[in-house]
């Protein structure tokens, strides 16, 4: 569950453009999906703050390019953002 908890928080993060809290947060999900099916979270919360990957990464398979899930989460930050008034 703490992935799923983890992933919110950075959705959170990256609309708030908090980048201290969003890399803590990026950190505890490494650790958290290092050996797990949701190692695909870590991706997914730099693609919502438009962070690059680190260099050492094997992406997951994405159902789309992972250039169309980057913009589709970035999307929803942007979104949440404008909703907000950020």
Known sequence: MTPTIDIAAAFHQAALDDH???DATITRLREHT????YGYYTDIAHFMADLPLPDNHTPPRWPNTEQATRTRRR???T???QHTGQ
């Open 20 to 22: 201290d809290a969003l």
């Open 34 to 37: 290092s050996d797990s099916s």
């Open 75 to 77: 999307n929803l930050v």
């Open 79 to 81: 979104a949440r953002r």
